[in-house]
C-alpha cells in the first residue's frame, strides 16, 4: 500500500472513532439541561409564551401562568435543578422564591420535558407552578394584620386601652318593617348622619340586625339614652373599645393611626401595600416600622365557582406568623396631659402648655390648644418669646458681674436707633428710675434690660442661652422638636430687641419650659419623652427609668445635660438660685401676684408679651414661665395680649389643678 493510501486510512479511521464517540456521549443531556434553564427564566419573566408546551396550548398554558400568579402582586425568583433522564424523558426540579409582603416563600416543584425531534417540549400542568395545585384554581394573598405596639406613658400607663362606649343605632328586631325607614331618618336625624345613606344602610340590613350608626364614649346633652329609646326601635349597646382618654387626647403630638394613603405607600419603598395600617404625624408616623410590626401572610387557592352563589373552596398554601410591634415608652403623665388639654379647651388662638420634671428632664404634658388645628404647637412652634427671654438677659448679666441687687436704669421709654421701646401698659410708676435687677425683673421692665445691651453682647446672650438649655440638641427627646434660636450677631435696634425676646429670638413652648427647669435644677436639662428610641433599631432593647428617672444607658443617651458647643459655661447652682430669687419675686412683689395662692410650694414666674405683625396696634403673643417644686411649665397663647392677663390665669388653673 502506497504512503498516500495509508495516510488517508489512518485518517479515516480517527474520523470513524470521533465520530462514534460524540454519538455515544450525547444522551441528550445539554439540551434537556439547556431547556430546563429556559423553562424556569420564563416561569421568572412570567411568559412561556415562546415554549414548546404540550398538555395545553401554548398561549393557553401562558394565561394560565399569569391568571394563577397575578394575585401575588410579584414576579418570582425560579432556578432549574438538576436533571435526570430516562430515555426522552427529562425530569428536574423547580426551586421558586418569592417576596411576599415581608415574608419569603420557598417550594420546589417537579417538572418535566419530552423530547420530541430535535426539541424538548413541557408537559403542562397547573402542578408545574405549585404543588398540588388543581386546573382552574389561582393563588391570592391574604394579609394577616401585626398587633400594633402600643405607645404607654409615665410608669408604663397604657394610653390607648379597652374604655366603655355606646353602640347607638336601629334594631330591626324592635320596630315594624313598615316602621323602620322612619326610624331611620329620626335616628339620623338625632346623631347627625346623613338620612339617606343611613335608611338605606337599615333598609338593605336583614330583619334581625342591628345596625349602627355612632359610636359614643358617652351621652351628651344633645344625644340621651331618652332620646334614643324614644324612636322605634331605637337602641344603645354597652361595649368596650380601645381609645384613648379623649377624642384628640395628644393627638398633635401622637399622631394618628389609619389606612395608609397613595402618597405614604408610594413614599415606604415598598414597605406599604394598599389597606395596610399606618401612623400619620407624631410619634405614631416616627416610629411607624417599630409600632407596626410586621404582618403575616397567607397564599391562598381559590378554585372557580361551581355553580352560582357556591362559595369557592380555598387552600392554604403558605402562611407566615405576624410579628406584633414593640411597644414605645414615653414619659407622659396621663392626668397631667389631660389637665392642660382641659385648660386649653376654651382658647380660640393657637396655644401651648409644655410641663417637664426638672430633676430627669422628662416631658409629662405637651398639650396643643384646639385653636392649633392639630398643629404640634407645644414642640414645633417658633415665636418670639418677650420678656420670658429676661432670664437670658439675667444670667448674662450675672456672668458680668452683675446680681440680684445691682442697680439697672429703668426709664419710662427708650431710644435706640431712631426706634422708640417702652414699657408695657400700666407698668407701676413706683418701679421707674434707678432700680434693683429684681424688681426690674418682677415688672418687667422693658427698658432697664435693653439699656443692658452695651453691657451684653449679642454672643453673650447666645451662650447664655445655650447655658440654660436652650437652642441646643436634645438627644433623649426623641421627638421631632423646636428647641429655639439665639442668634450669636446682632447689632443695632436687632440687639436692643433680642433683649427683650423680639428681634430674630425664637423659642417653642418646650424651650420656654427647658429654660425654667434648668433654672430649677441648677444645671441644664435635657428633655426627654421617648425612653427607648433605639428599639427601631434593636427591638430586645426596652430602656428603662432608673431611679434619677433618666433612661437606662442602652437608650440614645443617659445624660442629663444637652448637647451644647464646648464653650458654653453650663448654668451653676449659684445663678440658678439667684434666677429663683428673682423669678420669685415676679410672685411676690410682681405683676403675678395671683400665683401665691397656688397651693403647695412656693411658685417662680416669669411673664412675657412679645408683638409680631404690621396690625396697629400690633398682635402679642402672651407668655409664662413657672417652677413649682419638681415641675417646670410653660403657657403659650398666640394672639393673647398680655402674658399676665391670658397665659396666667391658665397657668394658675394649671398649677392648681396639678396638686
Same mark, same amino acid.
Given at each position: ?11 479515516? &479511521? ?5 465520530? *462514534? ?17 429556559? &423553562? ?14 404540550? *398538555? ?10 399569569? /391568571? ?61 407552578? !405549585? ?35 355606646? =353602640?347607638?343605632?336601629?334594631? +330591626? ?11 331611620? =331618618?329620626?335616628?339620623?336625624? &338625632?346623631?347627625?348622619?346623613?338620612? #339617606? ?5 337599615? !333598609?338593605?340590613? *336583614?330583619p334581625q340586625a342591628f345596625v349602627e350608626g355612632i ?6 346633652? %344633645?344625644?340621651? %339614652? ?33 389606612? @395608609?394613603?397613595?402618597?405614604?405607600i408610594e413614599n415606604s419603598n415598598g414597605a406599604l ?55 414605645? +415608652?414615653?414619659?407622659?403623665?396621663? +392626668? ?5 388639654? #382641659? ?40 415665636? $418670639? ?66 439699656? /443692658? ?24 427627646l426623641g421627638a421631632d422638636a423646636f428647641l429655639g ?30 429654660? /425654667? ?18 428599639? @427601631? ?28 458647643? /464646648? ?5 451653676? +447652682? %449659684? %445663678? ?18 395671683? &400665683? ?37 411649665? $410653660?403657657?403659650?397663647? #398666640?394672639?393673647?395680649?398680655?402674658? !399676665? ?11 392648681? !389643678?396639678?396638686?
Amino acid at each position: 500500500m502506497g504512503k498516500l493510501k495509508k495516510h488517508r486510512l489512518v485518517l479515516g &479511521l480517527v474520523s470513524l472513532v470521533m465520530a *462514534g464517540s460524540l454519538t455515544a456521549c450525547d444522551d441528550g443531556r445539554a439540551g434537556a439541561e439547556g431547556a430546563a434553564k429556559q &423553562l424556569a427564566s420564563s416561569l421568572a419573566a412570567l411568559d412561556v409564551g415562546q415554549l414548546a408546551v404540550e *398538555g395545553k396550548d401554548a398561549a393557553a398554558a401562558n394565561d394560565q401562568l399569569k /391568571a394563577v400568579f397575578e394575585g401575588l402582586g410579584a414576579k418570582p425568583e425560579v432556578a432549574s435543578g438538576d436533571v435526570k433522564l430516562d430515555g426522552d424523558i427529562a425530569t428536574f426540579p423547580l426551586n421558586y422564591s418569592w417576596n411576599i409582603g415581608s415574608a419569603k416563600w420557598e417550594y420546589s416543584s417537579e417538572a418535566t420535558l419530552k423530547k420530541s425531534g430535535d426539541k424538548w417540549a413541557v408537559q403542562w400542568t397547573p402542578a408545574l407552578l !405549585a404543588p398540588e395545585l388543581s386546573e382552574g384554581e389561582t393563588l391570592s394573598v391574604k394579609t394577616v394584620p401585626a398587633q400594633r405596639g402600643q405607645i404607654l406613658g409615665a410608669g408604663d400607663a397604657p394610653i390607648v386601652e379597652d374604655r366603655p362606649v355606646f =353602640r347607638v343605632g336601629i334594631d +330591626k328586631t324592635k320596630v315594624p318593617a313598615e316602621q323602620a325607614d322612619a326610624s331611620a =331618618r329620626a335616628m339620623a336625624a &338625632l346623631l347627625g348622619l346623613d338620612a #339617606e345613606e343611613y335608611a338605606k344602610q337599615v !333598609a338593605a340590613s *336583614g330583619p334581625q340586625a342591628f345596625v349602627e350608626g355612632i359610636v359614643l364614649r358617652a351621652y351628651t346633652a %344633645e344625644i340621651t %339614652e331618652a332620646k334614643i329609646e324614644a324612636i322605634p326601635g331605637g337602641s344603645s349597646i354597652l361595649d368596650s373599645m380601645a381609645l384613648a382618654p379623649t377624642r384628640t387626647f395628644a393627638r398633635a403630638l401622637l399622631g394618628s393611626v389609619g389606612q @395608609a394613603s397613595a402618597e405614604q405607600i408610594e413614599n415606604s419603598n415598598g414597605a406599604l401595600r394598599a389597606g395596610d395600617t399606618t401612623g400619620t404625624g407624631g410619634l405614631q408616623q416616627k416610629y411607624d416600622s417599630l409600632l407596626r410590626g410586621k404582618d403575616g401572610v397567607e397564599v391562598l387557592a381559590t378554585s372557580e365557582e361551581k355553580s352560582e352563589g357556591e362559595t369557592p373552596e380555598t387552600k392554604v398554601f403558605f402562611s407566615s406568623l405576624p410579628s406584633p410591634g414593640t411597644t414605645l +415608652k414615653t414619659t407622659l403623665d396621663l +392626668k397631667l396631659q389631660q389637665l392642660a388639654e #382641659e385648660t386649653l379647651a376654651g382658647v380660640g388662638p393657637a396655644s401651648a402648655i409644655v410641663a417637664l420634671k426638672p430633676s430627669t428632664g422628662a416631658v409629662l404634658a405637651a398639650a396643643s390648644g384646639p385653636g392649633s388645628n392639630g398643629y404640634n404647637t407645644a414642640l414645633l412652634g417658633q415665636y $418670639a418669646p418677650g420678656s420670658t427671654f429676661k432670664i437670658v438677659d439675667s444670667l448674662a448679666m450675672f456672668r458680668n458681674g452683675a446680681t440680684p441687687d445691682s442697680k439697672v436704669e429703668c426709664p419710662s421709654t427708650l431710644t435706640v436707633d431712631g426706634r422708640t421701646f417702652k414699657n408695657a401698659e400700666g407698668y407701676p410708676e413706683s418701679s421707674l428710675g434707678s432700680v434693683t435687677l429684681r424688681d426690674a425683673f418682677a415688672h418687667s421692665c422693658n427698658t432697664a434690660f435693653i439699656n /443692658a445691651r452695651d453691657a451684653v453682647s449679642q454672643d453673650q446672650l447666645e451662650s447664655a442661652a445655650q447655658a440654660l438649655g436652650i437652642a441646643v440638641e436634645a438627644p433623649k427627646l426623641g421627638a421631632d422638636a423646636f428647641l429655639g434660636s439665639v442668634p450669636g450677631a446682632a447689632e443695632g435696634t436687632e440687639h436692643a430687641a433680642s433683649m427683650i425676646g423680639q428681634g430674630k429670638v425664637l423659642f417653642s413652648p418646650l424651650s420656654a419650659a427647658v429654660m /425654667a427647669a434648668s433654672v430649677a435644677n441648677g444645671v441644664p436639662v435635657s428633655p426627654q419623652l421617648v425612653l427607648n428610641p433605639d428599639a @427601631a433599631q434593636n427591638p430586645s432593647a426596652s430602656a428603662t427609668p432608673t431611679e434619677s428617672g433618666t433612661a437606662s444607658p442602652s437608650s440614645a443617651s443617659a445624660s442629663a445635660v444637652p448637647v451644647s458647643p /464646648a464653650s458654653t459655661k453650663p448654668i451653676t +447652682k %449659684e %445663678e440658678a438660685a439667684a434666677l429663683s430669687d428673682m423669678m420669685r419675686a415676679v410672685v411676690t412683689s410682681g405683676h403675678a401676684g395671683f &400665683l401665691a395662692e397656688v397651693p403647695g410650694t412656693p411658685v417662680g414666674a416669669k411673664t412675657g408679651t412679645a408683638e409680631f405683625g404690621n396690625d396697629n396696634p400690633p398682635k402679642t403673643h402672651a407668655w409664662i414661665v413657672a417652677t413649682h417644686g419638681d415641675l417646670a411649665v $410653660a403657657v403659650f397663647v #398666640e394672639e393673647g395680649g398680655l402674658g !399676665a392677663t391670658t397665659s396666667g390665669p391658665l397657668l394658675k388653673s394649671f398649677l392648681t !389643678a396639678a396638686g
